[in-house]
């Protein structure tokens, strides 16, 4: 998965800064790292979080 880190709470930690000083949206984080955006989002729903595009960040679910 790109330069991201393997684990998922440290990826969390990566996209969501991404996120919010970076990017406007998931879809372009993903294009940009060239990363698949539904395996990122399974990787994170597996520790419980999910994307919530009105603020642009993974929050728990």
Not at 1 to 10: E, G, R
Not at 15 to 21: A, G
Not at 47 to 51: D, E, F, L, T
């Given at each position: 998965?790109?330069?991201?880190?393997?684990?998922?709470?440290?990826l969390l930690s990566v996209?969501?800064?991404?996120?919010?000083?970076e990017f406007d949206s998931l879809e372009e984080l993903c294009q940009v790292q060239q990363v698949d955006m539904d395996e990122m989002s399974q990787r994170l729903a597996a520790?419980?979080?999910?994307?919530i595009p009105e603020q642009n960040r993974f929050g728990s679910c």
């Open positions: 998965m790109s330069m991201l880190p393997q684990d998922p709470y440290l996209v969501n800064t991404k996120l919010r000083d520790i419980g979080y999910r994307y």
